[in-house]
């Protein structure tokens, strides 16, 4: 059971560069997320998805994009990369359905460093 | 808008002891949910403990506890017989029942001591 992935697990780029990082789930859930998660503010939702084709912004969605094209994958472009996108970036999924499920099952994490 | 506050940025405790960490949180709304959820160094975030709005009962996994007061808007999390893979950062999340939005609080540092 590969539960959630993502990948790179880390990963240098620079200042200007577009770079995506993949998130996969084999479990089906009906909702995915991303957080960047940065010292001193906890997690911070980017953006999140209800199912394919379907996303919307979080708190912090300046200088992102994302897609869903499929229902397990859920990939965050950085169109031009800068310094302050400097983080740990958490993927998470949680199902849909009735009522009492919302609790989020988080990816590993991916370390992003723009210099 | 839903805030969520850790007022302990730190906090330490001698293993085997119990240990209580603190959440507050702001919402209008009656129909909710609240989790515990835990970072070791590991950098995983892994759920701990979850609390519907609705249920007077606290809720129990294990040596993990919560304190629930709804009326106050508080939400602590007790730890008890402490172990030396307990120590991790914690964080305090909610949902509101209409949304799937985790709001996070800025976390608590557990250590625990040998």
């Known amino acids: 059971d590969a539960g959630i992935t993502q990948s790179p697990r880390y990963k240098i780029t620079e200042t200007g560069r577009q770079v995506t990082l993949m998130c996969h789930q084999t479990?089906?859930?009906?909702?995915m997320f991303w957080y960047r998660q940065d010292l001193g503010h906890g997690l911070r939702l980017i953006y999140y998805?209800?199912?394919?084709?379907?996303?919307d912004k979080g708190e912090v969605p300046d200088g992102y994009v994302v897609s869903r094209s499929k229902t397990e994958n859920f990939p965050l472009t950085l169109e031009s990369a800068t310094r302050s996108q400097t983080s740990v970036y958490f993927c998470?999924?949680?199902?849909?359905?009735?009522?009492?499920?919302?609790?989020?099952?988080f990816g590993p994490g991916t370390r992003l460093t723009v210099t | 808008a839903q805030t969520v506050t850790q007022s302990q940025p730190e906090m330490s405790v001698q293993e085997a002891e119990t240990v209580t960490l603190s959440c507050t949180y702001d919402?209008?709304?009656?129909?909710?949910?609240l989790f515990w959820y835990k970072q070791p160094p590991s950098r995983q975030m892994i759920l701990v403990i979850r609390?519907?709005?609705?249920?007077?009962q606290n809720a129990t996994e294990n040596r993990f506890s919560v304190n629930f007061q709804k009326a106050a808007k508080s939400f602590s999390l007790k730890i008890s017989d402490s172990q030396l893979g307990d120590a991790a950062m914690y964080f305090c999340?909610?949902?509101?029942?209409?949304?799937?939005?985790?709001?996070f609080g800025s976390g608590t540092q557990l250590t625990v001591l040998p």
């Open positions: 919402t209008s709304e009656s129909d909710y949910y």
């Open positions: 998470a999924s949680s199902p849909g359905g009735g009522q009492g499920v919302y609790e989020q099952y």
């Open positions: 999340a909610y949902v509101r029942g209409s949304a799937r939005q985790l709001t």
């Open positions: 479990w089906s859930h009906s909702y």
């Open positions: 998805s209800a199912a394919a084709d379907i996303t």
């Open positions: 609390q519907e709005a609705y249920k007077q």
